[in-house]
């Protein structure tokens, strides 16, 4: 599942790099507000990289929530299988 989703966030960073070196830059001086409202014109490359972007953070938490929930269980089977080996070694010991 993890290998999955780093798959996918390796494809969204490649697309939201580019979305971004794509943009064209812009002087958000005096002048471009009074052409272009009060709102200012979002172009589509604007929305795109909003979207993308809370994909992107989407992504990186279910990330971080996936790996911290797999080391929690591996934890836990450790002290299992540690508690499982615990008697054993003491009956050997009594053994000799």
Known sequence: MIVVLMI???IV???MVSIILLQKGEDFGAESVSLRGAGGGESVFTKLTVI???IFMGDCL???TLVRLESKVNKIKNIDEEKAKKPALKEN????
């Open 8 to 10: 996918f966030h390796i």
């Open 13 to 15: 960073t490649i697309f």
């Open 52 to 54: 993308v972007g809370a």
């Open 62 to 64: 279910l990330m971080a």
């Open 93 to 96: 010991l009594e053994k000799k």
